[in-house]
T-cell receptor, first 112, second 115 residues
């Protein structure tokens, strides 16, 4: 759980389009994959997560998919709305440190 | 519950000054952490604690000290402030466990400027 790479760093979409953010991790022992959303000037908050025994999880317009073989997991936002504009972080629980290691973040801008 | 609280919200220090950022949680969480977030950057782990009396270093511990004398409190001390420590500092807490139990609850942050 020491290395989490997140792409892209910025993403601009038109309202109603879909957005996809991808994270790659290195620790094959990782078993929990959360996504956090941080609105401008606010604290990060958990929006969705997935366990390693599940390939996909949905919650209304957001979903997370996991590919354990390739060691990557993705956040999917459908029918984007202006209020989806924020910075999104993936995280990998650093099993050695019992704390979260966050990706570098993706700034999503939804154009009305 | 108040959740995770941090004080102060804003602070300006001169180079070389020391200060303590306060963090408290009322959720009886075992784990607590400190992160810093530089402008346009991600969250980097400074120090963390898995229980009272137990602390450990994160990715960027230099220049900071922590202590955990109670379950509720986890203060972060800047020993001799430097301009490179200008950042927003977030304290977070979580339960011991696996999966969703590790959800981090963040405080509102402290915006620190070192001149």
């Amino acid at each position: 759980g020491e290395n989490v790479e997140q792409h892209p760093s910025t993403l601009s979409v038109q309202e109603g389009d879909s957005a996809v953010i991808k994270c790659t991790y290195s620790d094959s022992a990782s078993n929990y994959f959360p996504w956090y959303k941080q609105e401008l000037g606010k604290r990060p908050q958990l929006i969705i997560d997935i366990r390693s025994n599940v390939g996909e999880k949905k919650d209304q317009r957001i979903a997370v998919t996991l590919n354990k073989t390739a060691k990557h997991f993705s956040l999917h936002i459908t029918e984007t709305q202006p209020e989806d504009s924020a910075v999104y972080f993936c995280a990998d629980p650093d099993t050695g440190r019992r704390a979260l290691t966050f990706g570098s973040g993706t700034r999503l801008q939804v154009q009305p | 519950n108040a959740g995770v609280t941090q004080t102060p919200k804003f602070q300006v220090l001169k180079t070389g000054q020391s200060m303590t950022l306060q963090c408290a949680q009322d959720m009886n969480h075992e784990y607590m952490s400190w992160y810093r977030q530089d402008p346009g950057m991600g969250l980097r782990l400074i120090h963390y604690s898995v229980g009272a009396g137990i602390t450990d270093q994160g990715e960027v511990p230099n220049g900071y000290n922590v202590s955990r004398s109670t379950t509720e409190d986890f203060p972060l001390r800047l020993l001799s402030a430097a301009p490179s420590q200008t950042s927003v500092y977030f304290c977070a807490s979580s339960r011991r466990g696996t999966g969703r139990q590790k959800e981090q609850y963040f405080g509102p942050g402290t915006r620190l400027t070192v001149t």
